[in-house]
């Protein structure tokens, strides 16, 4: 089951959020809360499942969590966020793509959706979005995984090799099977073929009258990344109170040293990698991404509670 559930951000900015499964009803999974001395007669009532955010990265879009999000479902209730410019949200030409924004967007989603006290499960950009909005609200956010993103500034050198990187993409693409091919094989920028990435870039693209093109502007990915990547966010992460896994894959964009170094100045932080993956961790290895992060939700969520 898939379900759409709109919600509206800062500015007034539309959302697309989504269920990828039905939330837990009955069987072992349900809990009850204890009796506080109700009325006579009155019936004890099923405790509401914990909450779970997911936050994709930049260029990312909500169905990338949707595995995850069907195995989170049997013991939580897991939404994932098309967050501003990207999938269905709304993506405004001249709208605010900043940091704040973003943060604004997951805070208002999160209160919109009744998901308090929850966990947020982020990547990349998201994991950013996700570490930042614990430190403005402890009181939302009860554990925290971040996947795969860096605490240190990557400069303007950098932002100037991703607008080169856009201006190579052959668009339009006359078919998903060419989109898959070029973002895993035949991409300049890839060191080994990586079919994973192919599958991961087809889900953001759209069939126009052309061929087909990502689903999101260009310049506006270049405008959200912009608001990152000439700031360190050490303080912000030294910020945050609750338990927090910090995971990384061996061939991934965050290096153990730095991974490592954020573990040391999160108040919580717990170091996990996962073997033989890339950046895209949760996408491209399921199996591993899950039995790192089950069994930290299980034990972080169930002390918060």
């Given at each position: 089951m898939v379900r759409r559930i709109n919600v509206t951000g800062a500015d007034g900015v539309r959302l697309a959020a989504w269920e990828f499964a039905d939330p837990p009803k009955g069987g072992s999974e349900q809990e009850v809360l204890p009796d506080a001395g109700p009325a006579q007669g009155s019936q004890a009532q099923p405790r509401k499942p914990p909450g779970v955010l997911l936050l994709h990265g930049l260029m990312g879009r909500a169905?990338?969590?949707?595995?995850?999000?069907?195995?989170?479902?049997?013991?939580?209730?897991?939404?994932?966020?098309?967050?501003?410019?990207?999938?269905?949200?709304?993506?405004p030409t001249e709208g605010a793509y900043d940091r704040e924004s973003f943060v604004a967007d997951a805070e208002a989603a999160i209160e919109q959706l009744g998901l308090a006290p929850l966990a947020v499960i982020g990547h990349s950009m998201g994991a950013l979005t996700a570490w930042q909005l614990a430190a403005k609200r402890p009181d939302l956010v009860h554990a925290l995984v971040?996947?795969?993103?860096?605490?240190?500034?990557?400069g303007e050198q950098s932002q100037r090799?991703?607008?080169?990187?856009?201006?190579?993409?052959?668009?339009?693409?006359?078919?998903?099977?060419?989109?898959r091919k070029w973002f895993g094989e035949e991409d300049p920028s890839l060191e080994r073929p990586n079919p994973a990435r192919g599958d991961f870039f087809a889900e953001v693209m759209a069939e126009r009258g052309d061929g087909w093109r990502p689903v999101f502007s260009r310049r506006q990915m270049l405008t959200v990344r912009e608001g990152w990547v000439n700031d360190a966010h050490w303080d912000e992460l030294a910020q945050v109170r609750c338990p927090t896994l910090v995971v990384r894959g061996i061939d991934g964009d965050l290096g153990r040293a730095e991974a490592q170094e954020m573990v040391r100045v999160l108040p919580r932080g717990i170091y996990a990698?996962?073997?033989?993956?890339?950046?895209?961790?949760?996408?491209?290895?399921?199996?591993?991404?899950?039995?790192?992060?089950d069994p930290f939700l299980q034990a972080a969520l169930a002390t918060s509670s």
């Open positions: 169905s990338h969590w949707a595995g995850t999000a069907r195995w989170l479902s049997g013991r939580y209730r897991a939404i994932a966020l098309d967050q501003r410019g990207h999938g269905r949200s709304d993506k971040v996947c795969d993103m860096r605490a240190s500034a990557l090799e991703w607008e080169e990187w856009f201006k190579s993409w052959p668009v339009p693409f006359a078919t998903l099977s060419d989109v990698e996962v073997p033989e993956a890339g950046h895209l961790i949760h996408y491209d290895q399921p199996g591993d991404w899950r039995r790192v992060v």
